[in-house]
C-alpha cells in the first residue's frame, strides 16, 4: 500500500511537471517536444484516474463489448 501510495504520487508530480514545462512559452515552437510531453501526460493521467477510480475499468471494458 505505502509503496503504491510513493509511485502515485510520483505520477503526480510529474504530470505537475508537464504542466508547467506545456505552459512555458519558451517551448512553443518545438512541436515534438510539446507532442512528446502531451502524450506522456496523457498515459500518466489515465494510469492514475483509473486507480482512484477502480470503475473506469469496468466503464472502458463494458463499452469493448
Same mark, same amino acid.
Given at each position: ?6 509511485? !502515485? ?12 514545462? /506545456?505552459?512555458? #512559452? ?6 515534438? !517536444?510539446?507532442?512528446? /510531453? ?5 498515459? /500518466? ?6 486507480? /482512484?477510480? #477502480? ?11
Amino acid at each position: 500500500e505505502e509503496s503504491m501510495r510513493k509511485r !502515485l504520487e510520483a505520477v503526480k508530480t510529474r504530470c505537475e511537471e508537464i504542466d508547467r514545462d /506545456l505552459g512555458d #512559452p519558451a517551448i512553443m515552437n518545438n512541436v515534438g !517536444l510539446i507532442t512528446e /510531453l502531451s502524450k506522456e501526460r496523457s498515459s /500518466l493521467s489515465e494510469a492514475y484516474e483509473g486507480y /482512484l477510480d #477502480p470503475r473506469s475499468e469496468e466503464r472502458r471494458v463494458g463499452k469493448e463489448c
